[in-house]
């Protein structure tokens, strides 16, 4: 993970309240490869530390979209499977599983002894019914939508049916489990190490008595406070000032503000994809040349620089760099005579070139900023371009009614990076839907091995143009954890202990000769 020693009166951006930009998105809900810190910082020897939290968010896992709020769920709530800042998936409450040999069945079975933090034992009924109450809630519903049944076979088993063979389906459940009474409530008891005490007005984390993992958390004090903060000049002040030590989130949101102080900054890893969406329906960007040859006009790597701050990944792929799922053989580079080449072969007349509308929305200075500057670069290579920036309600009703040529959107995607969303008529806006890669994107769920397939079709036909995945930032008072290696939305992830999906895999456990060609492939 990155880290980077901050002086005074260098500014980072930080968000601190608000859910994810995004139109469009397909989800509500919340990077780089998996390395060592490059030194270890001593933990401080002050006996306090701080966090804050907007209240009106509350603490269910399941409702609240606030980042500030976020950042301490995993403290607070565990779940089967956390997703590691390389996208895969890797156990926590759950010891072991096994997979049907049509893929759609998977039984769990959790680790025994877990407890929650009134001393009460974890179930599967508990696991099923947090399930269950994520499938219905905005953040969770897309990764969980090919559920069918949630079933507590017994104290400790769970068993999931779903409508589709999923090979990767494990890695959907990083959701929180709390206890099954109180999945509705605000302040829910998980099984982290610390629980939420006081009232949702005043609040603080008390240190679990029966947290079962034996290594202590990156925070171990018996009590960490909270300062309730209304609004993000207020969590400046409290983080500025000293009341707090750690503030989380998205560094380039329209909600950001800038920090004068000495501090140590972090980067998380997000499925946040940004990227260039076609209306197929222009007279320009139905040659499907010239759609193709955007991606190579696209000077990534300095938008990354410039625009996000080194805060997101440059990628022309829709995936992560840092997943398994990325092929370096299929990824495109910057070559603007690409374009240029294809803009004069497209024998584009005068009225046609000087009327390419970029639409973004505008409630986003960052993405406006990268929308501009993708703009001046399709105008130095031949094609004159408009940026367009409407505030979100106008925004939304010129994508419905397709009056642009193309948009710059946001969507988070589910950790193994489906784009059902683009192909099912959800975000398929401009006139890309497509049956043929609804296909591939189900053929993918199947079988990982068959993305490759996938994204050499996007790239192909460039309904899409991936352009970044954004990085969230976890800004910490110097000296008050010793390391962070963030997984996706778990910010106090216990990396030195993470086991891999094949430690928990008992799929093939008992079979009787080797299988050499498995009909799921469950690790990563």
């Known amino acids: 993970m990155k880290r980077i020693a901050l ?27 998996e390395l060592p810190t490059q030194e270890e910082t001593p933990a401080r020897s002050g006996e306090t530390f701080g966090m804050s939290y907007t209240p009106e968010y509350g603490f269910n896992p399941y409702t609240c979209a606030a980042t500030t709020n976020r950042a301490m769920f995993s403290l ?5 499977f956390v997703v590691s800042n390389q996208f895969r998936a890797e156990p926590l409450l759950c010891e072991s599983f096994t997979v049907s040999e049509d893929g759609k069945t998977y039984t769990y079975t959790l680790i025994p002894g877990v407890k929650f933090a009134d001393g009460t034992p974890l179930t599967a009924d508990d696991a099923a019914a947090s399930i269950r109450a994520a499938k219905q809630s ?8 090919h559920i069918s049944s949630i079933t507590a076979q017994s104290d400790l088993r769970l068993t999931i049916l779903l409508d589709t063979p999923y090979e990767n389906f494990s890695l959907m459940l990083d959701v929180p489990i709390v206890k099954a009474d109180m999945v509705e409530d ?24 029966h947290w079962w993992q034996m290594k202590a958390p990156a925070v171990s004090l018996d009590t960490i406070l909270l ?13 500025e000032f000293g009341t707090t030590d750690l503030v989380y989130g998205d560094p380039n949101s329209d909600a950001a503000v800038g920090y004068r102080c000495d501090y140590e900054l972090w980067e998380a890893p997000t499925t946040v994809m940004e990227y260039i969406g076609f209306n197929l329906n222009s007279s320009i960007f139905s040659n499907i040349a010239v759609r193709r040859a955007v991606t190579r006009v696209i000077d990534r790597e300095s938008l990354v620089k410039s625009v996000y701050g ?32 294809a803009v004069r072969s497209a024998r584009l007349s005068s009225s046609e070139s000087s009327a390419v509308i970029f639409l973004v929305c505008a409630d986003n200075p960052t993405r406006v900023s ?16 408009t940026v367009r920036a409407l505030v979100r309600e106008e925004y939304e009703r010129a994508l419905q009614n397709g ?5 710059y959107g946001q969507v988070r995607l589910t950790a193994n990076f489906d784009l059902t969303p683009f192909f099912d008529g959800t975000l398929s806006y401009g006139g890309i839907r497509s049956d043929t890669l609804l296909s591939l994107c189900t053929a993918s769920l199947e079988n990982s091995g068959n993305y490759y397939e996938l994204c050499a079709k996007i790239l192909n036909e460039a309904p899409i143009c991936p352009v970044v995945f954004k990085s969230y930032s976890i800004c910490v008072a110097r000296g008050a954890v010793s390391a962070i290696v963030p997984g996706v939305d778990f910010l106090f992830r216990n990396a030195s202990t993470a086991r891999t999906l094949a430690d928990a895999d008992k799929t093939y456990e008992n079979a009787t000769e080797p299988v050499s060609e498995p009909v799921s492939e469950t690790s990563p």
Do not use: W
């Open 227 to 239: 300062n309730a903060s209304d609004t993000p000049g207020e969590i400046r002040d409290d983080f």
């Open 138 to 145: 905005k953040l969770y519903a897309a990764r969980l939508a």
């Open 403 to 407: 009056n642009y040529d193309l948009y």
């Open 310 to 341: 080194g805060f997101a990944l440059a990628t022309s792929l829709p995936c992560s760099p840092d997943s398994d799922l990325y092929d370096e053989t299929l990824a495109e580079s910057y070559a603007p005579e690409s374009f240029q080449t």
């Open 76 to 80: 607070l709530y565990e779940s089967l």
């Open 186 to 209: 605000d302040m829910p008891i998980g099984t982290g190490a610390y629980a939420l005490q006081g009232t949702l007005a005043a609040a603080s984390l008390q240190r679990s008595k």
């Open 370 to 385: 990268a929308a501009q500057q993708m703009a001046e670069s399709f105008r130095a290579n031949g094609l004159p371009v």
């Open 7 to 33: 002086l005074c009166l260098v500014l980072a951006m930080l968000l601190c309240a608000c859910n994810v930009d995004t139109p469009p998105s397909a989800t509500q809900a919340p990077t780089q490869s």
